[in-house]
Each structure stands twice: as structure tokens, then as C-alpha cells.
């Protein structure tokens, strides 16, 4: 069916949207449900009816999976991104401000200047005026005697000495103002520089914690293929002793039957077995003590593994408060044999191989099914490839 444009609505983008979010450890949960529903076909309805289904479905997983991961390195670049921009948006932010603070503190002391300087120029002005006033005043009074035309001089000289000392004074006032305005904006500059450093640093210790969030995210990875090995294995052992105990079924009832169609000795807790039976019992007691002990120590350890990779889940996104301790020092070496440096097929593709080698084995108790579910499993995982040329 051709896609159609028009029917791509804003509730399609809106799941699209919630898809996108989708994370690896999700991909596995989606992983392991279909393939509950694979054995439950497989049970129901026999091999044929996924034969042709597992090639797509693992390459849609697989798909998922590759997008899912592409998706956590792109929401990392992004929220590094972002919290960059709103770094360097609140630094812009506060430098305007104290360009802002700076320019005003400089227009007031300008205008203070100004004021003082027209005051000035006011006293001077009127200085001039009294001197023009006095001197006008002196000589219509030359008549007068020697005496009063010398002291007239004097308070004159002594008027201009006073004005003069009271500028000397009010421009001193005003240079040493000035110098405490660089002087603050000097401590203004340093405290702005120092401030940048510590930004740069916690920029440092960010990338660095997210550079340990990834390397953490590896390792859930590994724990959850780890952790699907070890389901495969204990599904495996529960399918045997299934198996052990059928035939140990079986077994009993063939002798009692033949006891009584015989007439033969009472073998009552006596075991007669056939040495050209294929299905013949294998395994003692002891032996299946041993499974069962050994079902119980993988069990404990799935349940240590599922315990272990709740705490590497990611949480859904809350606002907490910046009250926790920041980590300090390194994080511990990895060895080079850890299961998430290894580089082998998808978990995926294992997953389904162990879900199929599991179906066939419990198809050995029963009638011979028509196709063996091990070519089947080859089918399934290596058909893959002849699905991608096909798309």
C-alpha cells in the first residue's frame, strides 16, 4: 500500500515522537516478547508458521535496535548542545548587565562633573563680575588714600587665592573618584575572568560525566545480552528435565505393563531398559540432582543480573535537586575479555537462536515435527541477509 501524505496526522507524529524515545534495553524487552509469542505459534501451529516471519522480524529488530542507539548519541550531542547555548546565552545575558551597570555608573559620575563644573563656572563668573564691580569701584575712589587703595587689593587678592584653592580642591575630589571608578572596574574585570574559568572547568567536569554516563549505558548493554545467555541457558536445563522426567514417566509404565502382560516377578523399584532404545534413560540420580542444583545457581544468578541492570535502566526524567555528591576519581579498569568489548552478532540474533534451539528440543518428547527447528534457526537468522537484498 503507497504511503499517503495527507493521512500522516499530528497523532501520527505524536507517536512518532514517543517512538523515537525508545532505548536498547526497551528493544530487548520488545525482543523477548516476541519471542514468547514465536514459541507459542511454534507450540500451536508448528515451524512452518514463522518460517517465513523470523527473517523480517529480526531485521526489524535489529533495525530498532540500531536506531535506538543512533537515537541515545543524538540526544547526547543534543542536550550537550543545549547546555552550551544556555551557557553562552547566560554569560551574554550577565555582560550586558555589567556593561550596563558600568555605563550608568559612568554617565552619573559624568554628570556629577558637569554639575560641579557649571557651579564652577557660576562662582567664577560671579567672581569676575564682583572683580569688575570692585575695580570699577576702585577707581572712582582714587582720590582716596594710599591706605584704603592697598587694602582694597589685598581682600581682592585674597578673594581670588580662596577660589582658587576651593577648584584645586573640588578637582583633586574629582581625580581620586576617578580613580576609584577604574580601580572597581578592574576587580569588575577580574571577578568576570575568574567566573568564565569556573565555567570552563564545570564544562570539563560535565563532559567528563557524561563520558562516564555512556561508558555506563555500554556496560547495561552487556549485562542485558549477558543476562538473555543466561535465560536461554536455564530455559535449556528446564526443558531437559522436562524431558528426563517424560521419559522416566514412560519408562515406569512400560515395566509395569510388562510386568503384568508377562507374568514376570514383581520388579517393583527396578529399572529394565531397552539397550537398542535411543529414548532410553540417560541420567541418574545423581545426575539429576546435579541439574537441578545447577538450574538453581543460574536462576540466583539471573535474578542477581536482573537486580544489577535495574540500577543501569534509565529512569524517567525528574527535576532533583543538585544536592547529590558529584563522582570522584576514576571508574574502575574494564578487563579486555568483558562481554560488552566483544564483537559478535547482535543479542538479538542469539536470542532467537537460543529460543529455536530450545523449541526443537522440546520437539524430541513428542512426534517428529515435519522440518527440523535447528535448519529452521539457520533459516531464520542467516535468510536475513537474502531479506535485505530483497528491500
Known amino acids: 500500500m503507497p504511503f499517503c501524505l495527507g493521512n500522516y496526522t499530528t497523532h501520527n507524529m505524536e507517536e512518532y515522537a514517543v517512538v523515537s524515545d525508545i532505548s536498547v534495553v526497551d528493544v530487548y524487552d520488545i525482543a523477548s516478547e516476541i519471542g514468547k509469542e514465536c514459541e507459542k505459534l511454534i507450540d500451536s501451529y ?199 522426567r517424560a521419559r522416566l514417566g514412560l519408562a515406569k509404565k512400560e515395566n509395569e505393563d510388562l510386568s503384568k502382560l508377562q507374568g514376570c516377578p514383581d520388579l517393583t523399584n527396578k529399572a529394565i531398559y531397552d539397550l537398542d532404545d535411543p529414548d532410553r534413560p540417560r541420567f541418574t540420580t545423581a545426575e539429576l540432582k546435579e541439574i537441578l542444583h545447577e538450574r538453581n545457581e543460574l536462576k540466583a544468578r539471573v535474578s542477581d543480573l536482573e537486580d544489577e541492570l535495574e540500577l543501569y535502566r534509565p529512569k524517567p526524567e525528574t527535576v532533583e535537586d543538585d544536592k547529590d555528591a558529584p563522582v570522584q576519581g576514576p571508574l574502575p579498569y574494564e578487563p579486555d575479555d568483558a562481554p560488552w568489548k566483544k564483537t559478535s552478532e547482535s543479542g538479538i540474533r542469539k536470542f532467537f537462536r537460543k529460543i529455536f534451539s530450545e523449541s526443537s528440543s522440546s520437539f524430541l518428547v513428542g512426534s517428529s515435527p515435519r522440518r527440523s527447528l535447528s535448519s529452521l534457526s539457520k533459516m531464520a537468522l542467516s535468510g536475513n541477509s537474502t531479506y535485505d537484498e530483497s528491500i
Do not use: C
Open 46 to 244: 508448528g515451524v512452518d508458521s514463522v518460517t517465513n516471519l523470523m527473517p523480517k522480524v529480526i531485521h526489524a529488530l535489529e533495525l530498532l535496535e540500531n536506531l535506538a542507539t543512533k537515537n541515545e548519541r543524538e540526544n547526547t550531542t543534543v542536550q550537550e548542545l543545549q547546555a552550551k547555548i544556555s551557557q553562552l546565552e547566560s554569560d551574554k545575558i550577565e555582560k550586558a548587565e555589567d556593561r550596563q551597570r558600568f555605563e550608568k555608573e559612568l554617565e552619573q559620575i559624568e554628570e556629577h562633573w558637569r554639575q560641579e563644573s557649571r557651579d564652577l563656572v557660576e562662582m567664577v563668573t560671579r567672581l569676575q563680575e564682583e572683580n569688575r564691580r570692585l575695580s570699577e569701584a576702585l577707581q572712582e575712589s582714587r582720590s582716596d588714600s594710599q591706605y584704603s587703595s592697598k587694602q582694597t587689593f589685598t581682600a581682592s587678592q585674597e578673594v581670588d587665592i580662596a577660589v582658587l584653592q576651593h577648584l584645586r580642591s573640588m578637582i583633586d575630589k574629582q581625580r581620586d573618584q576617578i580613580r576609584g571608578r577604574d580601580k572597581e572596574l578592574l576587580q569588575k574585570n577580574t571577578e568576570i575572568e575568574n567566573l568564565t574559568a569556573q565555567v570552563e572547568k564545570l564544562g570539563v567536569v560535565g563532559r567528563e560525566l557524561k563520558r562516564k554516563q555512556r561508558q555506563a549505558q555500554m556496560q547495561a548493554r552487556g549485562l542485558v545480552e549477558e543476562r538473555a545467555d543466561f535465560l536461554a541457558q536455564l530455559q535449556d536445563q528446564n526443558r531437559e528435565l522436562i524431558n528426563l
